[in-house]
């Protein structure tokens, strides 16, 4: 099917789309139901199958089926598994099917949601999202939110917001604080948000990987007498290196003290505040002056789907609303929203849509009961691997984030690393779950994440199946 050679050939006509969806959705749909059988990674490094695509820019048509084929068969294979049931590496991904419908309904109609009166009904129903979110994390009146593309870009935002809201145009003096298990993000966000990095303070953490309130509140202190001002603490609630939750009860006794903004970066953890666990995991997160929040982690959607919600709507929109002659008028009714006014971006995609429709269409309670389930996997994996002789538990999972290592007697320093390495490399090279690692307190640890709504038990018996296995094979046994 190439598009026909009419006068207007961006303008398909009926029969045109339909045949291009069906060719579409059915390499799609073959895709998906085999993604259980597909390698959870790549054998090859990749390189030669990225440098066999470099290709001219196109001047004339390609047939629809080839280009199909090219990426399902030459492109996708070259890629860890993110949206399959053995990815338990970093911090997987989700891509619930109804949000790539929902893509597919937004990039069609293509409406523009940055400014309210140019779609007020389809930006209701993304704020209704924002304010379920809010209630979820126990904000309340006022609170509000945008949707993002990610966890980095609401780290950034939030510390935009912070600044404006709590330091003068010259903010040279000002400090911020996070943990040393903080998501690089914070760092960068700081970075990109005009602070030098000799202003971020990386708070040592506790043998959880939690902050250290002692310290933090010591190098408060240190600095307030040394001239300088304290004016944002970002907790963790759920980190990538371990899953440690900040103390974020007593992080918010600190922030007030001290009249500090919080920001809790609960990119990975925060969507567990859906579970009684998560809610007793993470008390103290609806003191936060700002969340985190990645529909992409920890609500099983699409990449690209990232959330920040704020105590009060108005931080936002003074950190972010400005004025031009060709613009249309802004919403003054506190009901409604102008997304670009809370926001760096005008122009963007339809998000809210790949959001809304999910939640509608399978209802919160099975997030809810999908989270808890993953919860379970990993507890179920740490008492599994503590059966494992010389196996240690380096951080129980407080959500569902579980790191460990072999420690066999008489091996240590980068002797034992090396040995870890090479456990994971012989489960990976299996292929039918995917592992990363991580250093914790200097030391190679293994981390298993349990996050994707496609894994269940079967595949977590695979991946202690195969963890046994190559610690067999390390052993000699
Ligand atoms: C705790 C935490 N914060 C922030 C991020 C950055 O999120 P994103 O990759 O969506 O930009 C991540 C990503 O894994 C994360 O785990």
């Not at 045109?16 to 059915?26: P, T, V, W």
């Not at 073959?30 to 790549?42: K, N, R, T």
């Not at 506790?206 to 240190?222: G, S």
Request: glycine share 8%; aromatic share 8%; proline share 4%.
């Amino acid at each position: 099917m190439t598009p026909n050679a009419r006068r207007w050939p961006l303008e398909l006509d009926a029969a045109e789309m339909r045949a291009m969806l069906a060719a579409a959705s059915d390499r799609v749909i073959e895709h998906i139901v085999s993604l259980g059988e597909q390698p959870a990674s790549y054998g090859t490094d990749g390189r030669a199958e990225a440098r066999a695509l470099v290709e001219p820019m196109p001047a004339t048509a390609t047939d629809f089926d080839e280009l199909l084929d090219l990426v399902f068969d030459r492109a996708t294979p070259h890629s860890f598994n993110t949206a399959g049931p053995g990815y338990l590496a970093y911090i997987p991904g989700g891509g619930v099917f109804p949000s790539a419908v929902a893509d597919l309904i937004a990039n069609a109609i293509n409406r523009y949601v940055g400014v309210w009166v140019a779609a007020p009904a389809l930006v209701q129903l993304e704020l209704n999202v924002i304010r379920w979110f809010c209630s979820a994390m126990g904000f309340g009146h006022g609170s509000g939110g945008i949707l993002t593309s990610g966890g980095s870009l609401s780290n950034l935002t939030a510390i935009v917001a912070a600044r404006r809201e709590r330091l003068p145009d010259d903010f040279r003096t000002g400090v911020i604080y996070t943990s040393d298990q903080a998501h690089h993000s914070v760092r960068k966000s700081a970075v990109l948000a005009g602070f030098a990095e000799s202003q971020v303070r990386q708070v040592a953490t506790n043998d959880r990987q939690e902050m250290d309130v002692q310290a933090l509140c010591a190098r408060i202190a240190e600095d307030r007498a040394a001239g300088l001002e304290p004016f944002l603490l970002v907790g963790s609630a759920g980190t990538t290196n371990t899953g440690a939750v900040d103390p974020l009860d007593t992080l918010a006794d600190v922030a007030d003290a001290e009249r500090m903004w919080l920001h809790v970066d609960g990119a990975y953890g925060a969507f567990f505040m859906l579970t009684g666990r998560g809610r007793a995991a993470m008390k103290g997160i609806e003191r936060a002056d700002s969340i985190t929040l990645d529909p992409h982690k920890g609500l099983f959607l699409p990449y690209g789907t990232g959330c920040l919600l704020v105590r009060d709507e108005q931080a936002l929109r003074r950190a972010h609303a400005t004025f031009a002659d060709y613009m249309p008028v802004m919403q003054h009714d506190p009901d409604f929203v102008d997304f670009c006014d809370l926001s760096a971006e005008l122009s963007r995609d339809f998000r809210g849509l790949r959001v809304w429709l999910p939640l509608k269409l399978f209802g919160m309670d099975a997030f809810r009961a999908a989270l808890d389930e993953k919860l379970d996997l990993a507890r179920w994996a740490a008492e599994e691997l503590r059966t494992i002789p010389d196996m240690e538990i380096v951080c129980e999972p407080r959500l569902s984030l579980t790191a460990f290592r072999l420690v066999p007697a008489g091996v240590q320093g980068t002797a034992l690393d090396d040995l870890n390495r090479d456990i994971m490399a012989r489960v990976n090279a299996r292929q039918n779950v995917y592992l990363t690692g991580t250093m914790v307190s200097g030391r190679f640890a293994l981390r298993i994440c349990v996050l994707s709504f496609r894994t269940h038990m079967d595949r977590m018996e695979a991946c202690l199946r195969d963890l046994r296995a190559a610690v067999a094979e390390v052993r000699g046994d």
